[in-house]
């Protein structure tokens, strides 16, 4: 049998707490999504098969920020059965939107939210990263479709995937969008890596660094027109959308906690 | 043990735990806690419609257009007549994508004995061709008119950021068309399903406008029975219970469980439905005392979404959509403290936002019950009635029973844990 295929990568795809859209985005690749699904086996996922087989697997993609205990448990434990790790979507990769809560406010809310007597089961909300080494980060709320393709093909074709060496401008300009730091409105583009094609900025909204702090940032230089035109409270909160629990956040607004 | 035992091919992460010896059962939620509602507070009003969507990956717009509708309550703003078509024709889509995943991709491989619905490519071509055009298709709706197929990004209080153009509508509308032979096949398919015959009668609850079955603008809860009350009373009409084992809470009319979505919106308001959609609903008969069956009323639903949205593109394309961008509200801080609300039908049921704002316009409080909320108690009712009926059949035969039955509530999880 010398000349035979080789085996296909085992891929698996997990997720911890959150709204599951990036694994709509992966659903909605449609015939882009079977063609990949042909070129590796799915052995494990949730949302769409009940076939579960346990690791090793060469891929995992994982969704979701581990709130829960038994979510950090198992991101260890697939970490341990994982060749290549992959965060997908920014409450994996940043924690995100369920990173706007600090672990303080957690207990406060469990209260209101749940009452007295209710046990909570969550701990933080943290990136994957605070608890374990993951090998390439898909960002994005949601996560842009295209970026699922070009990594997991260039990861079946043996190489390792880069992040966009590139801002979000970049590709705003490309979509024929007004600069909105012209208009004297807030903007994280140019500091937030690209690849998202300024989906946000083209459909009117801002954008809030979903895809994460790009390469040498200069965040100092941004800040420096943003305060022209606004007050660090309205800058703060745009940080805080998705960009709570990174180390910048916490380095230009984190004493405010205290 | 790499992962837990959650039930599969349903949106989130839920188990039942039965007990056979006593033949109960119970659901347990375990997604962990999301706290939105907290989350929210001490932010502007602006970013309620763009961090809630966030709940949902499955019906994000869904979750938008109930914030948009609470902000703009709260803040006494009042949209154009196209605003309202347009988010009309967004809700259309998302009531289609969300059905049809449901319906083909989680639902279908029960009955037709695949593990996933990716299968039918091989098997039943003819379908996933069905399936893929829909999904295609209603995501290309909530492109061109949300500026992305989930979390819109061109909506905001008061109308729209961005609006299609004439030519972008018309080709839409021919797409669309394309989406009635599918929508019709979904019916014929989901009616010829063999639905295991579980008796549990449910009370059922829908927003209603008294007109038409619009999902957008109701004005009322109705019931199955004598219910009619106004949106405002929904705090009275759902309560909500914390449960020990749950991380969701559970809903309840009146002590009473009540089931919310597809079946529960025909059953009180079928004779609202118009075109082929009605014909089909009078000529296949559905039965509303059988829970599984709510797999047939979404098929029934998406061909009556795919009509309207249609007709919707035919209203707009006659109006123009321009209005939905003209005059948006600049400061969106109200006078003084103020409290808004914003309902909506969700693809899973009844929808409800509440809030605070104070006059920074920042949000002092919020409350938020989806429609899985108020499923939770009726899918453990039901999965108690399944295991009541059949106590003849075998342990693994029941346990796919109880399965099949969490899947056919179709169940957001992650909506309940909000």
């Keep these: ?44 996922w949730r ?21 829960r205990q038994e979510e950090i448990e198992i991101l260890k434990a697939l970490r341990e059965q994982t060749k290549f790790l992959i965060g997908l979507g920014s409450c994996a990769t940043l924690a995100g939107i369920p990173g706007i809560i600090d672990q303080k406010a957690r207990s406060t809310w469990y209260k209101k939210i749940y009452g007295p007597k209710y046990k909570p089961r969550g701990v933080d909300a943290l990136p994957l990263t605070a608890y374990v080494k993951i090998d390439y980060l898909i960002h994005g709320c949601p996560v842009e479709k295209k970026e699922i393709v070009r990594v997991m093909e260039e990861l079946l074709a043996g190489k390792i995937p880069k992040g966009r060496g590139f801002s979000v401008c970049f590709e705003c300009k490309l979509a024929g969008n007004q600069c909105r730091l012209l208009a004297k409105k807030i903007c994280l583009g140019p500091i937030t890596q690209g690849g998202c094609g300024a989906i946000c900025i083209s459909g009117g909204s801002p ?35 998705f960009l709570k629990k990174t180390p910048e956040y916490q380095k230009l607004f984190g004493k405010k906690e205290k | 043990m790499i992962q837990e035992d959650f039930i599969t091919k349903i949106e989130g992460h839920g188990r039942l735990k039965v007990n056979w010896a006593q033949n109960k059962v119970q659901l347990e939620i375990e997604e962990g806690e999301r706290l939105f509602e907290g989350m929210v507070c001490g932010r502007p009003v602006t970013d309620l419609y763009w961090i809630t969507p966030r709940i949902c990956g499955v019906c994000p717009i869904a979750h938008n257009l109930a914030a948009l509708k609470a902000v703009e309550d709260a803040l006494d703003i009042k949209v154009s007549f196209s605003t309202v078509l347009l988010r009309r024709l967004l809700l259309d889509a998302q009531m289609i994508q969300s059905h049809v ?72 509308k021919k797409e669309v068309q394309k989406m009635e032979e599918a929508a019709s096949g979904t019916i014929n ?23 038409d079955y619009n999902t957008y603008a109701s004005q009322f809860i109705s019931s199955n029975k004598e219910l009619k009350v106004k949106i405002e009373n929904y705090r009275k009409t759902i309560e909500e219970k914390v449960k020990i084992y749950s991380t969701a809470k ?39 005392e059988n829970p599984y069956q709510n797999n047939f009323a979404q098929a029934i639903e998406v061909l009556y979404f795919v009509q309207e949205a249609r007709g919707l593109i035919d209203e707009i394309l006659g109006k123009g959509a321009n209005s939905a961008i003209a005059n948006l509200p600049k400061n969106l801080v109200p006078k003084k403290k103020s409290r808004g609300i914003g309902a909506i039908e969700a693809p899973r049921g009844g929808l409800y936002y509440e809030i605070e704002v104070d006059a920074n316009g920042l949000i002092t409080e919020a409350n938020i019950i989806t429609p899985t909320v108020q499923n939770l108690s009726s899918i453990e009712e039901s999965a108690q009635a399944v295991l009541d009926q059949t106590e003849n059949l075998s342990q693994r035969r029941r346990q796919e029973l109880l399965e099949m039955l969490v899947r056919a509530y179709d169940p957001c999880i992650t909506c309940s844990v909000h």
């Design chain 1, 1 to 44: 049998m010398g000349l035979e295929m080789k085996a296909r990568k085992k891929v698996a795809i997990f997720d911890f707490t959150d709204c599951e859209g990036c694994e709509v985005q992966l659903v909605s690749l449609r015939e882009k999504l079977l063609k990949l699904a042909d070129q590796v086996d799915i052995v494990n």
């Design chain 1, 47 to 67: 949302l769409v098969q009940s076939r579960a087989e346990e690791g090793p697997y060469d891929i995992s993609l994982v969704e979701g920020t581990p709130i």
């Design chain 1, 207 to 241: 954008c809030y660094g979903c895809f994460g702090l790009r390469a040498d940032p200069q965040i100092d230089n941004l800040l420096r027109i943003l305060y022209k035109f606004s007050d660090s409270a309205q800058v703060e909160n745009y940080f805080s959308m």
């Design chain 2, 101 to 172: 995943l449901h319906l083909y991709f989680l639902a279908l491989p029960d009955y037709l004995g695949l593990d996933s619905g990716t299968q039918l490519l091989k098997t039943h071509p003819k379908y996933f061709a069905d399936a893929l055009e829909l999904k295609r298709i209603s995501d290309l709706i909530a492109d061109v008119v949300g500026g992305r197929g989930i979390h819109p990004t061109t909506t905001t209080a008061g109308g729209f950021h961005k609006v299609p153009s004439s030519e972008q509508l018309t080709k839409l």
């Design chain 2, 189 to 211: 398919l989901f009616s010829s399903l063999s639905y295991p015959e579980i008796r549990h009668e449910l009370l059922f609850l829908s927003q209603t406008n008294g007109k």
């Design chain 2, 250 to 288: 559970f809903g309840y009319h009146k002590g009473k469980v009540v089931m919310v979505g597809a079946l529960a919106r025909l059953a009180i308001q079928a004779d609202k439905l118009g075109g082929e959609a009605k014909d089909f609903y009078h000529h296949r008969k559905l039965d509303f």
